[in-house]
T-cell receptor, first 114, second 114 residues
Framework: AQKITQTQPGMFVQEKEAVTLDCTYD???????LFWYKQPSSGEMIFLIYQGSYDQQNATEGRYSLNFQKARKSANLVISASQLGDSAMYFC???????????FGQGTELSVKP | KAGVTQTPRYLIKTRGQQVTLSCSPISGHRSVSWYQQTPGQGLQFLFE???????NKGNFPGRFSGRQFSNSRSEMNVSTLELGDSALYLC?????????????FGPGTRLLVL
């Protein structure tokens, strides 16, 4: 069965510093997609970044980058130059091959200190 | 382009009642997925609809049902509400297009069952 594990329930980072949020996954399917979402206290899930299992390069979107290590089955999110507005829950998710179902990790609560 | 919209945003019901939640996807998106988020269970997949057909279903009792209309708008219904149904219900839409199929989420409906 597919599974996503986020081992950091909470993290603190100083404003303007970089932070890495960990995510490991388990699947036997060769084709899969990995996503990171941000959920502020308002509740809306905001899409941040996507990595496909066949992508050769690590995905980047502005201050977000995904450190994809396929052999280790890890897909860590790196946020550079943290901002106060980055304080939120962050979820790693994997898409099943059939397409419509996302499996989520338990999330990491990130707090950015001024 | 307008994002995913969900109505109502907040809802209070009593045990035994039923509730219908609505989701309007991003224009052009044909796939709609529903998720339940609770503090104890995290984010769990309910079902996915594509072209008015249920394509995927999560592990929820039959009290949870959904449908999709020809304009891709979707509704989910929960009958005979239980206290444990109190949750944030999130709807997400995607194209879907082979390759990425990123799901974009709405703001959610917060349901409280008393």
């Amino acid at each position: 069965a597919q599974k996503i594990t986020q081992t950091q329930p909470g993290m603190f980072v100083q404003e303007k510093e970089a932070v890495t949020l960990d995510c490991t996954y388990d699947t036997s399917d060769p084709s899969y997609g990995l996503f990171w979402y941000k959920q502020p206290s308002s509740g809306e899930m905001i899409f941040l970044i996507y990595q496909g299992s066949y992508d050769q390069q690590n995905a980047t979107e502005g201050r977000y980058s995904l450190n994809f290590q396929k052999a280790r089955k890890s897909a860590n999110l790196v946020i550079s130059a943290s901002q106060l507005g980055d304080s939120a829950m962050y979820f790693c998710a994997m898409r099943e091959p059939s397409g419509g179902k996302l499996i989520f990790g338990q999330g990491t609560e990130l707090s950015v200190k001024p | 382009k307008a994002g995913v919209t969900q109505t109502p945003r907040y809802l209070i019901k009593t045990r035994g009642q039923q509730v219908t939640l609505s989701c309007s996807p991003i224009s052009g998106h044909r796939s709609v997925s529903w998720y339940q988020q609770t503090p104890g269970q995290g984010l769990q997949f309910l079902f996915e609809y594509f072209s008015e057909t249920q394509r995927n279903k999560g592990n929820f009792p039959g009290r949870f049902s959904g449908r999709q209309f020809s304009n891709s708008r979707s509704e989910m219904n929960v009958s005979t509400l239980e206290l444990g149904d109190s949750a944030l219900y999130l709807c997400a839409s995607s194209l879907p297009r082979q390759g990425q199929e990123t799901q974009y989420f709405g703001p959610g409906t917060r349901l409280l069952v008393l």
